[in-house]
Each structure stands twice: as C-alpha cells, then as structure tokens.
C-alpha cells in the first residue's frame, strides 16, 4: 500500500492523532517557555527558582501519569481525549486568571499532566493499537501534530505579546482548544478503528505475545531502552525551556530561535516520514541506536556556535532525532511487548518521558545559577548522546531477539 493509500483509507484516525498532539502543544515546554520571564518577573523567581518549582509540576504529573495512563486501555480514546482537552482548556483558563502562587503551582502540574502526559499517550497509544504493518507511518503522521504545534505557536505566541497581554494569550489557548481542538478532535475519533493484529497485517514486526506492566518492568530491554529514548525530551526540553537565556548568552535577538522553529519542524515532519516508512521496513529496534547521534551533534553545534547562522543548522540536525523520536520510541514497545497492555506500559514510559523532561529546567537552571553556562552544559551532554548510541548499538542483537515473558 502506498503512502497516500494509507493516508486515504486512515485519515480520519491519522487525523483524531495529529489533533491531540496538537492540542498538547499549550501544555508542552516550548509553548510555556514563551511566558517565562513574565513568569519570573510576576512571583519573583530567579532561573533556578522557576526552573524547579517547573521540575517540581512536572514530576508530580509524571507520578500522576503512572495510574492515570492506565485510562486508555479501559476507554476508548475519544473519550480519554476530549476529556483531557476539556481539562486543559480549563487550566488554560485558570493561568490567564489567578495571581496566587499556589495557583501557579496548580496550573502547571494541570498543563504538563494533560498537556504533555495524557493527550499524546493517548494519541500514541492509539496509533500503535490500531496498526501494526504501518504502525511507523501512522506514529509518524499522527506525530505532525505535535510538530505542527512547535512550528507555529512559539513565534505566534512572542508575536501575540506585542499587542496583547501573556494572561490573554492564556485565555486565547483555552478558546482555542474548547472551539476549535474540541468539536473536531471528536469527529475524528468518534469511531473506533478494527485493529489489526500481528497475524492479519501484512509486514508486521513484533511480539505476538502482550507483556503486562509488572513484566516488562522486569525486563532489562525496557531500561536500556528508556536510557535511549528518554534522553529526547530532557535535552530537548531544557533547551527550549532555557532558550530566551540562551539566546542572550549568545548576544542573540529573543526571536532568533521561534523565527527558525518553522524550518525545524518542517524538517521534522520529513525525517518523521522517512523514520516511520523505515520503522515499516526494518523495525523500530533496529533504528534506536541511529536515532540519538544527531541530537548529540546538535548540542554540540550549539554548544560551540557563535553565530546566529548556526541556529538552523543546529536544528536541522535536531530535527532528525525528534522528529524520528516520537515513532520509533512508541513503536519499539509495541514490538517488544505487544499492544493488549499497551496503553499500561506506555503508561510507564510517558512518566518517565515526562520525569526526564522534568528534571532538565531545574537542573540546567541551578547549572546556571552556579555559572555554569548552557554551552558548557550540552558540550558534556553531547558526549553521553555519543556513547549512548555505541552501547544501544552494541546491544541490539538481543534487543531483536523474539522473547516471552518470564
């Protein structure tokens, strides 16, 4: 099947997908990281201080996301979507609102756990249980979305700035998702797809055996496996959280990095193409130790980068992980551990996912806070991301080894 007879006969559930992950994007970093120094300058904060009060929020929600991923092996997505939808608008509303700190505290955690928990677990989740031959093609269609959302609401949120307040933009977010995310995600996804299953789709890889969460858990594949994919989001994450300190390290413009998003997320979607057709060919397996490499070369190009040309070339490369990340991270579990328990054990590995992302603001912020400037920061990192890539490599024939629970 080609890819645009995939497209054609899979649209409405590749578009319900790329709906919540674009919904998510106002609990995701790199939209919050926008209102940052308001944030700071209103309740009085330094880098380090809102740094950690956000890795506080964000490991709360991941601890959270532990029992609450469970949802979506008991309800149907559209269910688990829209109510999270619903929820997010709400503390979309609730931020554009209050002056209590306490309030500050609570709107976070709501915006990381529904923003960058629930809507893409549940979005992820899907996908994978409803394909399995072109699983890659539909984690990485489903994934624009979430790209879509970095492309565009950065630059239109610091251009939004200029002639309206950061508590309006708040509020704009929560119409945004209720009049517009609402209504269609729940068009798209109010009818369930037959799955397929390993032994009906053509070009499956994986287990035809479902692991529950207890023993996957125990498992020594699934921790060397986060030990790759989780790496994503915290370098990820503490870049764009950090970005406007970032930029005026460097002596650059505050719209430098937004200006250029739109390249990066272009370039994303084509690698996320590209990864989930390779996903279909060879395995998700296979690509993991592929797939943190570019992102080692792309801290290393900002670290040392002192022009502002450097920017999209640094995030071209970026590109290549993250937009290969989502699909492969999400896909490699389904082939590992099959998809009856699915929505459980991605349950584990969003937390974790969001507890790495967690621990990069107040980590990076308290770096700074002691002089040790972001360069020097992904310098370092950009070593671990070299090394991670030999030890998943060195370890990937048994990674592709069909196993059976314990």
């Not at 149907?76 to 002056?99: D, Q």
Request: glycine content about 10%; overall charge positive; charged content about 10%.
């Amino acid at each position: 099947m080609t890819l645009f007879e995939f497209i054609r006969r899979n649209l409405r559930w590749i578009t319900g997908g790329f709906l919540l992950g674009f919904g998510s994007s106002f609990g995701q970093t790199f939209f919050i990281a926008q209102f940052s120094s308001q944030i700071r300058e209103t309740y009085n904060l330094s880098h380090g201080g809102f740094g950690s009060i956000y890795m506080f929020v964000t490991l709360a929600s991941a601890a959270t996301l532990i029992y609450l991923g469970r949802v979506v092996d008991y309800y149907r997505p559209v269910v688990v979507g829209c109510a999270a939808i619903v929820i997010l608008a709400g503390f979309s509303f609730l931020m554009s609102w209050h002056n209590s700190f306490i309030l500050l505290v609570i709107c976070l955690y709501g915006l990381r756990l529904f923003g960058q928990g629930v809507l893409p677990h549940t979005s992820q989740t899907a996908m994978s249980r409803w394909f399995h031959g072109s699983r890659g093609k539909a984690l990485s269609l489903a994934s624009f979305g979430n790209m879509a959302g970095e492309a565009l609401l950065p630059l239109a949120a610091v251009s939004l700035m200029a002639i309206v307040s950061w508590r309006d933009l708040w509020s704009l977010a929560g119409i945004t998702l209720l009049v517009f995310f609402f209504p269609l995600a729940y068009l798209a996804l109010k009818k369930d797809r037959t799955p397929e299953t390993p032994l009906t789709s053509p070009g499956s890889k994986g287990s035809a055996v479902s692991w529950t969460r207890k023993q996957v858990v125990a498992d020594w594949r699934f921790w060397v496996v986060m030990s790759g994919v989780l790496v994503v989001p915290f370098l990820v994450t503490g870049l764009m959280f950090h970005q406007v300190d970032f930029m005026e390290a460097k002596g650059w413009a505050r719209t430098v990095i937004p200006s250029y998003l739109p390249l990066y997320a272009a370039a994303g979607a084509v690698f996320s193409m590209l990864a989930g057709m390779m996903i279909d060919r060879f395995s998700a397996v296979s690509l993991l130790p592929f797939s943190v490499v570019p992102l080692g070369v792309s801290v290393l190009v900002f670290a040392f980068g002192g022009e502002e040309y450097f920017v999209p070339i640094a995030l071209i490369i970026l590109a290549i992980t993250v937009g290969s990340w989502g699909a492969i991270s999400s896909a490699v579990l389904a082939e590992l551990y099959g998809t009856a328990h699915l929505g459980s054990v991605r349950a584990i590995y969003s937390a974790m996912m969001v507890f790495a992302s967690a621990l990069a603001p107040g980590l990076m912020g308290i770096l700074l806070d002691n002089g040790i400037e972001l360069s020097t920061q992904f310098a370092f990192s950009s070593l671990y991301c070299f090394g991670l890539g030999l030890v998943l490599l060195a370890v990937k024939p048994q990674l592709m080894l069909v196993r059976t629970p314990a």
